[in-house]
């Protein structure tokens, strides 16, 4: 159970194209979805928290027009990365949480996004 | 802000060695703890998790870790290591309202047969 599944795996796209990332929960309802970064080597960083119906909370430092995201179902919520530039080439990864229990986070695989 | 410290970054040990992952955290108030493993190629997976009661914790393949609140630490360890568990192991710890899941740097761990 607790299925979270992340569309495409990976996408290479030019600079100044803007790519679409999926992240479904499969088997479950999420009222709660997030998103994080995660550079070669380093830790995973949180982007945004989005809630189902409303709009995402981006941690300090993250552009949120450029990183835009939509959790317009409890299981599905998409990050759009708007005008791509080589910097913004990373390992994107989703999560969720199951609705009425906040308590732990379930990953999805990730999307390796390469941006030429 | 609450941080979150691994001070191994690369473990190498032959199977069946004992195994010992530090995790400190820096946070005052109440925290809940987790520590999440990624094997190779493969998304993140919770290995066990520490919210209250009962510091010393048992998870899934034989992993356990031990909530010492005086060190803020919640070291992981497992008696007896296999080579199918060579992966990444992360340290992660979120405030009592579950809002924001802070990571360690990670500790990759391999295993020689």
């Known amino acids: 159970g607790a299925v979270v599944s992340q569309h495409p795996s990976w996408v290479i796209c030019k600079s100044g194209t803007s790519v679409k990332i999926e992240c479904r929960s499969l088997?479950?309802?999420?009222?709660?979805m997030f998103w994080y970064r995660q550079f070669p080597k380093q830790s995973l960083m949180l982007m945004a928290t989005s809630n189902e119906g409303s709009k995402a909370t981006y941690e300090q430092g993250v552009e949120k027009d450029k990183f835009l995201i939509n959790h317009a179902s409890l299981t599905l919520s998409t990050l759009t990365v708007t005008s791509a530039h080589p910097e913004d080439s990373s390992f994107y990864i989703c999560?969720?949480?199951?609705?009425?229990?906040?308590?732990?986070?379930?990953f999805g695989p990730g999307t390796r996004l390469t941006v030429l | 802000a609450q941080s979150v410290s691994q001070h191994n970054h690369h473990v190498i040990l032959s199977e069946a060695a004992s195994l010992e992952l530090g995790c400190n955290y820096s946070y005052g108030g109440t925290v809940n703890l987790f520590w999440y493993v990624q094997y190779p190629g493969q998304h993140l997976q919770l290995l066990l998790k520490y919210f209250s009661g009962d510091p010393l914790v048992k998870g899934i393949k034989g992993f356990e870790a031990e909530f010492i609140k005086s060190k803020f630490s919640f070291n992981l360890r497992k008696p007896s290591v296999q080579w199918s568990d060579t992966a990444e192991y992360f340290c992660a710890v979120t405030n009592t309202g579950f809002q924001k899941l802070v990571f360690g740097t990670g500790t990759r761990l391999l295993v020689s047969p």
């Open positions: 088997d479950f309802q999420a009222t709660t």
């Open positions: 999560s969720a949480t199951v609705a009425g229990v906040a308590d732990t986070q379930y």
